[in-house]
């Protein structure tokens, strides 16, 4: 159910402020947009959702959640760690790759703004363990570095493919 309502509300989200300011736009924008709102729920599915009310019980140990040492877990040998680091650079390749299809911006801007939006996750993560006490998601600064290279990954992979369409 909990899902549910957050789908439903994101659909609201992009028919009343995306889909009737896209309409008007050539077919293949509106199409390359929609992508772009899609894989971006998507993230948000993976990550965050459900949505959490805050301050349901504050949790006053967060930061204990929280991972500041870069590849922690790789150097401590955890089961999962390369899956771990590989999935959040093929989670953000997307992102690298739509974002300057949209806005025509280069390199630095698409890394950069990947950097924010996987800020803005781990962000919510951390919070959402403050807020609720429920430690299911963990800020981790790994997952900034590999989200980050991600879309880095991805910018490169539209400079090369957009360089072949053109010829």
């Known amino acids: 159910m909990d899902y549910f309502i957050d789908f439903l509300l994101l659909a609201l989200i992009y028919n009343i402020f995306f889909y009737k300011k896209w309409k008007r736009e050539l077919k293949w924008a509106l199409t390359i947009k929609t ?24 949790n006053k140990g967060f930061m204990e959640t929280a991972n500041f040492i870069p590849f922690r877990d790789l ?6 760690a390369i899956r771990e680091i590989v999935l959040n650079i093929l989670m953000m390749v997307p992102f690298g790759f739509l974002y300057p299809s949209i806005t025509k911006k ?11 939006f996987s800020l803005a996750i781990e962000s919510y993560q951390l919070l959402s363990v403050w807020w609720n006490g429920i430690e299911t998601r963990i800020f981790d600064v790994t997952d900034l570095i590999t989200n980050t290279s991600g879309g880095l990954i991805g910018y490169l992979t539209f400079v090369i493919l957009r360089a072949v369409v053109i010829k």
């Open 75 to 80: 150097r401590l040998k955890y089961d999962g």
């Open 106 to 116: 280069g390199m630095l801007k698409t890394v950069v703004t990947t950097l924010f």
């Open 35 to 58: 992508l772009m709102y899609l894989y971006v729920v998507l993230v948000l599915f993976v990550t965050l959702m459900p949505f959490t009310m805050p301050f349901s019980g504050m």
